[in-house]
RNA sequence: GCCGAGGUAGCUCAGUGGCAGAGCAGCCGCCUUGUAAGCGGCAGGUCGUGGGUUCAAUCCCCACCCUCGGCUCCA
């Protein structure tokens, strides 16, 4: 009998193992030790995923993918959309189901719902009760490959089903469908009963039984295809993890990041507000939000003056024929504010600063003498962001660019490109970030404009300053905006969650629009490249990150107040408002609220406004010149003289301003 | 812009086709306080805006504005 006899897998350790011939992935975990059996959710074979259930063949190559791996919470991910679609499927007749991938933190499902129906939030737990059921169930997950016809008429009642096994079949799919089903002349689905098939690639885990920690978090619609003029599905999104352990941690990380929220926090701590009268995405600054915006704007004013840059200012509105010279009303005229007639001429509020920095350049003649020639402004933009993108400060209609174009030649594009990197990492780190990532943004045919040689030498300038700097980066296929290139840098902020927020393009085509010139030592005319570069990006959606990343908490050199004087009685407040004139005069900003109430309840206060010192005056350090230091997140210390509390307080914020 | 959920006091939120509710914050007293909520009182609302249905609308209907979760978009 074939079946006795044996074969040889190799592991990912270099040995081998021994089994008989049709064992499986499930078996060699199995061998391995019953818990590997137990965490084992599919299989790596000869570099390709496979579902554990597959038989091997002498010589293959196998390790083992486990739940607790990211691997492995992608097919639970992944399996448990199968699940979902089945229950919905089962509660819904005449749902559609679309497509189901995993994704980070979890997975989601898109349906059709017959009559325009919409899930409500009583469905959702109907649901989830189904999908448990399912789960006690445990059905098998069993692959099998069908040809297209057939596929077909499995899917006969499937709309969407049977347009992406014809996308497939006629090789114009794109990932998402190839994700769905594998491609090539055969189709694989998944079946795990009788009633539910679904087309997938796979792999899955063996049997809904491993399935189980799982929740869904809420419903919204999306477009078929992401085809805004396609039809609105409803979509599930839920989460699954290995264990419910790792979902409940999941779920506390994600009643931390609710907490941490900028608008929840701009609110409490009376930063800032979106005034509805005002119009939406629009904000004021109240006091304490502006002394934190105008602090982050004078750092980067310092910064820029020692850095090289020239400040420049420019207003809000312009001719529509600027707009017209720069191509913006041409590629962007939809997300400009509507214009203004006015007696002589038709005007727009900017969207962007370049324009004017292009007009300062060329109000004379340039010489490379003057090259790198580093405009900067803190310019106010307004954008028209359709209504349903609105997000706090994240994405908003009136923002201010921390705004700087460079003009310089050829020659040294690389290394300004490199140093502008460099200055762009240190201004980041200074305000408590320093895990980086890169994209570099490519041509989009469709919407670009320029040479392709041009491109070309715009976009190897951009990659060697990567390079020089000797980071990883990724590539983002025509992600590049319609004049050149761009280095896109992101930062994780304290609970690891990923902002984009500088940006340096390169841009070949302003300079070919306004016509800029500089005179060379060879006393030719050239073309300058322009570079733009936005550090903070906006200051309003940095100031946003900021507050989520600090949680509130800012840096002592950042905080609104410093320092909260408490005198335990009104016998001590003379005292305070003392201690309180010393150290305004030394610009700090410090602050002391009357003992109308009781001292615990002035301590809490000022904790949940995060004030970075509180200190608490009474009789003892009224005679002895002390006081007691109460720090955020420390220990509090009686008695401390006022002298090391001020130069304490003096380190802290020269070493958090890199002063 | 599209789908869904919302908008009640400064904030967080109850509530009802028939005089609008709480806690916190605010103000006024009392307490004189040593490291995260002392006690009492007062005040505070065109129930997002505008129409409609009704004897009566904060509640039901329509439109608009704004917010939230997504989709799409993001120079």
């Given at each position: 009998?074939s079946?006795s006899?044996?074969?040889d897998?190799?592991?990912?350790?270099?040995?081998?193992k021994?089994?008989t011939e049709?064992?499986?992935a499930?078996?060699v975990?199995?061998?391995?030790g019953?818990?590997l059996?137990?965490?084992?959710?599919?299989a790596?074979?000869?570099?390709?995923?496979?579902?554990?259930?597959?038989?091997l063949?002498?010589?293959?190559?196998?390790?083992?993918?486990?739940?607790?791996?990211?691997?492995g919470?992608?097919v639970?991910?992944h399996?448990?959309?199968?699940?979902l679609?089945?229950?919905v499927?089962?509660?819904?007749?005449g749902?559609?189901?679309?497509?189901?991938?995993?994704?980070e933190?979890?997975?989601?499902?898109?349906f059709d719902l017959p009559?325009?129906?919409?899930?409500?939030?009583e469905d959702?737990v109907a649901?989830?009760?189904?999908?448990?059921q399912?789960?006690?169930?445990?059905?098998?997950f069993?692959?099998?490959?069908?040809?297209p016809?057939?596929a077909l008429?499995?899917?006969a009642?499937q709309?969407?089903?049977?347009?992406?096994?014809?996308?497939?079949?006629?090789g114009?799919?794109?990932?998402?469908d190839a994700?769905?089903?594998?491609?090539?002349?055969?189709?694989?689905?998944y079946?795990?009963?009788?009633?539910f098939?679904?087309l997938?690639?796979g792999?899955?885990?063996?049997?809904?039984g491993?399935?189980?920690?799982?929740?869904?978090?809420?419903?919204?619609?999306a477009?078929?295809?992401?085809n805004?003029?396609g039809?609105?599905?409803?979509?599930?999104?839920g989460t699954?993890?290995?264990?419910?352990?790792?979902?409940?941690?999941?779920?506390?990380?994600?009643e931390e990041?609710?907490?941490?929220?900028?608008?929840?926090?701009?609110?409490e701590?009376?930063l800032l507000s979106?005034?509805?009268?005002?119009?939406?995405?629009?904000?004021?600054w109240h006091?304490?939000?502006?002394?934190?915006?105008?602090?982050m704007?004078?750092?980067?004013r310092?910064?820029?003056q020692?850095?090289?840059?020239?400040?420049v200012?420019s207003?809000?509105?312009a001719?529509?024929?600027?707009?017209?010279?720069s191509?913006h009303l041409h590629f962007?005229k939809?997300?400009?504010?509507?214009?203004?007639?006015?007696?002589?001429?038709?005007?727009?509020?900017?969207?962007?600063?370049c324009?004017?920095?292009c007009l300062?350049?060329r109000?004379?003649?340039?010489?490379?003498?003057?090259?790198?020639?580093r405009?900067?402004?803190?310019?106010?933009?307004?954008?028209?962001e359709?209504?349903?993108?609105?997000?706090?400060?994240?994405?908003i209609?009136?923002?201010?660019?921390?705004?700087?174009?460079?003009?310089?030649?050829q020659?040294?594009?690389?290394e300004?490109?490199a140093?502008l990197?460099?200055f762009?990492?240190?201004?980041?780190?200074?305000f408590?970030f320093?895990?980086?990532?890169?994209?570099?943004s490519?041509?989009?045919?469709e919407?670009?404009v320029g040479s392709?040689e041009i491109w070309?030498?715009?976009?190897?300038?951009?990659?060697?300053a990567?390079?020089?700097?000797?980071?990883q980066?990724?590539i983002?296929e025509?992600d590049?905006?319609?004049?050149g290139?761009?280095?896109?840098v992101?930062?994780?902020d304290?609970?690891g969650?990923?902002?984009q927020?500088?940006?340096?393009?390169a841009?070949?085509q302003?300079p070919e629009?306004f016509?800029?010139e500089y005179v060379?030592?060879?006393n030719?005319r050239h073309?300058?490249?322009?570079?733009h570069?936005?550090?903070?990006?906006?200051i309003?959606?940095f100031?946003?990150?900021?507050?989520e990343h600090?949680?509130?908490?800012?840096?002592?050199w950042?905080?609104?107040?410093?320092?909260r004087?408490?005198?335990v009685?009104?016998?001590?407040?003379?005292?305070?408002a003392?201690?309180?004139?010393?150290?305004?005069?030394d610009c700090?900003r410090?602050?002391?609220?009357?003992?109308d109430?009781q001292?615990g309840?002035r301590?809490?206060a000022?904790?949940l406004?995060?004030v970075?010192?509180?200190?608490v005056?009474?009789d003892?350090?009224?005679?002895?010149?002390?006081v007691?230091?109460?720090p955020?997140g420390?220990?509090?210390?009686r008695?401390t003289?006022?002298?090391?509390?001020v130069?304490?307080l003096?380190?802290?914020?020269?070493?958090?301003?890199?002063?």
């Amino acid at each position: 009998m074939s079946g006795s006899a044996l074969i040889d897998v190799r592991l990912p350790d270099g040995s081998s193992k021994q089994i008989t011939e049709g064992s499986n992935a499930l078996d060699v975990a199995a061998a391995i030790g019953s818990r590997l059996a137990k965490a084992a959710v599919a299989a790596v074979v000869n570099d390709h995923e496979a579902d554990l259930t597959a038989p091997l063949a002498n010589g293959d190559r196998v390790s083992i993918i486990t739940a607790d791996s990211d691997a492995g919470r992608h097919v639970l991910r992944h399996s448990t959309a199968h699940v979902l679609a089945q229950a919905v499927l089962q509660l819904f007749p005449g749902a559609k189901f679309t497509i189901g991938p995993a994704i980070e933190d979890g997975f989601y499902y898109d349906f059709d719902l017959p009559g325009g129906r919409t899930f409500t939030d009583e469905d959702l737990v109907a649901i989830s009760e189904r999908m448990k059921q399912i789960v006690d169930a445990d059905q098998p997950f069993v692959r099998s490959e069908l040809s297209p016809k057939e596929a077909l008429h499995v899917f006969a009642d499937q709309p969407y089903k049977c347009e992406i096994i014809q996308r497939v079949t006629a090789g114009a799919a794109d990932d998402g469908d190839a994700g769905e089903v594998g491609g090539g002349d055969s189709v694989s689905v998944y079946r795990n009963s009788d009633t539910f098939v679904d087309l997938c690639r796979g792999p899955h885990v063996p049997s809904t039984g491993r399935l189980g920690h799982f929740a869904l978090m809420k419903v919204a619609g999306a477009y078929w295809r992401g085809n805004e003029k396609g039809p609105m599905l409803q979509r599930i999104y839920g989460t699954a993890w290995e264990s419910k352990a790792a979902l409940q941690e999941h779920l506390v990380r994600l009643e931390e990041a609710e907490k941490r929220d900028h608008r929840k926090l701009a609110t409490e701590m009376d930063l800032l507000s979106f005034p509805s009268e005002l119009g939406g995405g629009l904000a004021v600054w109240h006091p304490k939000g502006a002394i934190v915006r105008k602090l982050m704007e004078d750092y980067s004013r310092e910064r820029h003056q020692n850095g090289g840059y020239q400040f420049v200012y420019s207003p809000h509105l312009a001719n529509a024929q600027l707009f017209e010279t720069s191509g913006h009303l041409h590629f962007y005229k939809d997300g400009m504010y509507p214009p203004m007639e006015m007696d002589n001429g038709t005007y727009y509020p900017k969207p962007m600063n370049c324009p004017m920095h292009c007009l300062i350049y060329r109000d004379r003649q340039r010489s490379y003498r003057e090259l790198p020639l580093r405009l900067f402004e803190l310019g106010t933009v307004y954008r028209y962001e359709r209504a349903g993108t609105l997000h706090g400060l994240l994405r908003i209609r009136g923002f201010t660019q921390d705004d700087s174009h460079i003009f310089c030649t050829q020659e040294q594009l690389a290394e300004e490109i490199a140093s502008l990197l460099d200055f762009v990492l240190s201004v980041l780190r200074r305000f408590g970030f320093d895990d980086f990532s890169y994209k570099l943004s490519t041509r989009n045919k469709e919407k670009s404009v320029g040479s392709d040689e041009i491109w070309e030498k715009a976009t190897a300038a951009l990659r060697s300053a990567l390079e020089r700097l000797g980071v990883q980066y990724t590539i983002g296929e025509g992600d590049a905006a319609f004049y050149g290139p761009k280095i896109d840098v992101d930062v994780r902020d304290a609970i690891g969650r990923k902002w984009q927020l500088s940006t340096i393009q390169a841009d070949f085509q302003l300079p070919e629009r306004f016509g800029l010139e500089y005179v060379g030592a060879d006393n030719q005319r050239h073309r300058p490249i322009m570079l733009h570069r936005a550090l903070f990006g906006s200051i309003e959606r940095f100031f946003g990150v900021l507050l989520e990343h600090y949680g509130g908490s800012f840096p002592t050199w950042l905080a609104p107040v410093q320092v909260r004087i408490l005198p335990v009685t009104t016998a001590h407040e003379a005292h305070a408002a003392s201690l309180v004139d010393r150290l305004a005069k030394d610009c700090f900003r410090v602050d002391t609220i009357a003992a109308d109430e009781q001292l615990g309840k002035r301590i809490r206060a000022a904790k949940l406004e995060r004030v970075p010192y509180v200190l608490v005056v009474g009789d003892d350090d009224v005679k002895a010149g002390t006081v007691g230091v109460n720090p955020r997140g420390g220990e509090v210390q009686r008695d401390t003289p006022f002298e090391t509390f001020v130069e304490r307080l003096r380190v802290d914020v020269l070493e958090g301003s890199g002063r």
